[in-house]
């Protein structure tokens, strides 16, 4: 059974640099069926997508977001990362790393982590 | 970016009830249209995905329909595991984006 998890600091400062990273377990990340993904939920509020990442090192991330993010692989360690520099308020929410499977019609996300509350304050 | 639209946001229902509930994309997304149930306080769960595909080991009550920018969500008979919310997602295009959610209540 795949299982993803995220850690990472749950506290950042304004303007400082959020840093994530994802687990993955049960499977390996090198598989051309599969990309890996970010999403964000502030508190009480919907579903955002960050951006994703292929095993090849190959990303794509949302334009409202792109200059303030990078997601990076470790092949090696079977996992990837999430960073979001100058964070503010904003920023507030809890972050999901998912797997989208991409073999089926355009691709759904049919694993998440369980999600790390990352709060913006001073 | 394609905009998803979901109606209701919130549904008052009861124990066997059938519910349906919509979602539209700003423009046409084929076929590319899944399904996510969330209880507070876990992730989101696939439910439906390539808009009519049930998930293996989703119960039956739940179906999917529709194509082009007109999607549903049908729940035949309510279940108390059931009241969560449930959000759509398009796959059909970057950057992926989901609908803002349909929080299902019990009456």
């Known amino acids: 059974q795949l299982q993803l998890q995220e850690s990472g600091s749950g506290l950042v400062k304004p303007s400082q640099t959020l840093s994530l990273t994802c687990a993955v377990s049960?499977?390996?990340?090198?598989?051309?069926?599969?990309?890996w993904h970010w999403i964000r939920q502030p508190p009480g509020k919907g579903l955002e997508w960050i951006g994703y990442?292929?095993?090849?090192?190959?990303?794509h991330y949302n334009p409202s977001l792109k200059s303030r993010v990078a997601i990076s692989i470790d092949r090696s360690k079977n996992q990837f990362s999430l960073k979001l520099n100058s964070v503010n308020a904003a920023d507030t929410a809890v972050y999901y790393c998912?797997?989208?499977?991409?073999?089926?019609?355009?691709?759904?996300?049919?694993?998440w982590g369980q999600g790390t509350l990352v709060t913006v304050s001073s | 970016d394609i905009q998803m639209t979901q109606s209701p946001s919130s549904l008052s229902a009861s124990v066997g009830d059938r519910v349906t509930i919509t979602c539209r994309s700003s423009?046409?997304?084929?076929?590319?249209l899944n399904w996510y149930q969330q209880k507070p306080g876990k992730a989101p769960y696939l439910l439906i995905f390539?808009?009519?595909s049930l998930r293996s080991g989703v119960p039956s009550r739940f179906s999917g329909s529709g194509s082009g920018t007109d999607f549903t969500l049908t729940i035949s008979s309510l279940q108390p595991e059931d009241f969560a919310t449930y959000y759509c997602?398009?796959?059909?295009?970057?950057?992926?984006?989901f609908g803002q959610g349909t929080k299902l209540e019990i009456k």
């Open positions: 049960g499977g390996s990340i090198n598989n051309d069926g599969y990309s």
């Open positions: 998912a797997r989208e499977d991409i073999a089926v019609a355009g691709g759904n996300f049919d694993y």
């Open positions: 390539a808009a009519s």
């Open positions: 423009q046409s997304i084929d076929k590319y």
């Open positions: 990442i292929f095993h090849s090192g190959y990303t």
């Open positions: 997602q398009q796959s059909y295009s970057i950057p992926r984006t």
